[in-house]
T-cell receptor, first 108, second 115 residues
Framework: GQQVMQIPQYQHVQEGEDFTTYCNSS?????IQWYKQRPGGHPVFLIQLVKSGEVKKQKRLTFQFGEAKKNSSLHITATQTTDVGTYFC????????FGTGTSLTVIP | DAGITQSPRHKVTETGTPVTLRCHQTENHRYMYWYRQDPGHGLRLIHYSYGVKDTDKGEVSDGYSVSRSKTEDFLLTLESATSSQTSVYFC??????????????FGDGTRLSIL
């Protein structure tokens, strides 16, 4: 079964509010990747984290990899309408799994 | 965007018929993957390939077979399509390494409907 779970499944925010999605694995992961999929589009790679406790930033996006390498988070500061889409984490345990995704709606 | 072409982009077919989806890449990447995407399940790996004639099963491989006779082409076959295989199918590629340790680049997807 699915080994990488994401919460929440859906999130609606007002433009300018912050947003966070969480990714949890039942097994230790060697890495974690994050992807964004715009409505009607295909997943696009955002970033990869490899080290325990690693934090990376891309403009308003902050990515964290947990100390135990079993969880990760993506935080968006001051959301914009261009942030709309579904965010997926993906990681390699005994196999490579994508998370279930968080669909973000930004209300102007 | 990476040079990945999926064909066809849309297909409607009947239960019990064979269906083949094609993924073609121009990047000379070693790894190629087939995923299906369904609401509430995210992306689930069907099969992947780590070289010509080298393939392995993913999470949801039952009912699907694959072939890779050339570096640039990865075919997904549904031998006898069922309605449960109605889905959006994505092909992805990644460079050398081990599966899942390199960024994956996705094609535009094939929307398959089985009636």
């Amino acid at each position: 079964g699915q080994q990488v779970m994401q919460i929440p499944q859906y999130q609606h925010v007002q433009e300018g509010e912050d947003f966070t999605t969480y990714c949890n694995s039942s097994t230790t992961l060697s890495n974690i990747q994050w992807y964004k999929q715009r409505p009607g589009g295909h997943p696009v790679f955002l970033i990869q984290l490899v080290k325990s406790g690693e934090v990376k930033k891309q403009k308003r996006l902050t990515f964290q990899f947990g100390e135990a390498k079993k969880n990760s988070s993506l935080h968006i500061t001051a959301t914009q309408t261009t942030d709309v889409g579904t965010y997926f984490c993906a990681g390699r345990g005994n196999q490579f799994y994508f998370g279930t995704g968080t669909s973000l709606t930004v209300i102007p | 965007d990476a040079g990945i072409t999926q064909s066809p982009r849309h297909k409607v077919t009947e239960t019990g018929t064979p269906v083949t989806l094609r993924c073609h890449q121009t990047e000379n990447h070693r790894y190629m993957y087939w995923y299906r995407q369904d609401p509430g399940h995210g992306l689930r790996l069907i099969h992947y390939s780590y070289g010509v004639k080298d393939t392995d099963k993913g999470e949801v491989s039952d009912g699907y077979s694959v072939s890779r006779s050339k570096t640039e082409d990865f075919l997904l076959t549904l031998e006898s399509a069922t309605s449960s295989q109605t889905s959006v199918y994505f092909c992805a590629i990644s460079e050398a390494g081990t599966a899942g340790n390199q960024p994956q680049h996705f094609g535009d997807g094939t929307r398959l409907s089985i009636l």
